[in-house]
């Protein structure tokens, strides 16, 4: 009797080790699974956040890029437009030349008229030139043609005129390009004036410009302060 006990408790205990162990096993591949499911799903929102997140960025670039290069080139352009501008308005004459009185000599008279001797105060470029007591230019276009005269003579009415020697079939007659009339003061004491005049003219390649002072009898002589400051005559080319 008792070894039937025993025997049925044994069979019962074996069956039940069977049973925990087929239930830890199956325990086991559950949490086996558990486990691989967590391991998938919290690599899973990373990898698609990352791509994501790359995707947007790579989206955001790609729309960015464009506008970004069209704002570069409109900057260029603008940059590009403001230097020209600045350069074309603080851009200087071509060439210019100034001639001033010189003190080392006295007017020249040529029959009614006076002529002045000058010499070089200022000068750039090559396109303008001084030839004896004229001034040349060596290309066609628009200068600005200026001069000025301090009188000192006792007369009623002082002046200048700026005149062109033309090319070959003009040479024996000048043009008159600026005229200057400047009336003397009344009182004897003072007879000192200036008389200025410039303006833009158009002239041509191996023009001859010169300031004379015109109308004076033979008997009268032209008395001009050779100051620098006072007298002088001189050319800008504009173009």
Known sequence: MLYNALLSLTAFMFCLSLFLVHRASVLENDFRKLQGNIILQLNQPRSEGVNGKMAKMSKTREDIKPSALQNAH????????????????????????????????QPDMRGNIAVIPWTVSAQRGNTISQKENRIVVQEDGYYLVFGQVW??????????????????????????????????????????NTCYTAGIVQLHREDELELVIPDRPLMDKVLVSMDADATFFGVIQLN
Do not use: Y
Not at 82 to 99: H, I, M, N
Not at 151 to 175: K, L, Q
């Open 74 to 105: 409109s900057s260029v352009n603008m940059s590009s437009r403001r230097v020209k501008r600045e350069q074309s308005s603080c851009r200087g004459p071509t060439s210019f030349l100034q001639l001033r009185a010189n003190t080392n000599k």
């Open 151 to 192: 009188f000192e003579s006792p007369g009623r009415v002082m002046g200048h005129v700026i005149r062109s020697w033309g090319t070959a079939e003009t040479a024996m007659t000048p043009t008159e390009l600026l005229r200057c009339l400047q009336e003397m003061p009344d009182d004897a004491r003072h007879h000192a």
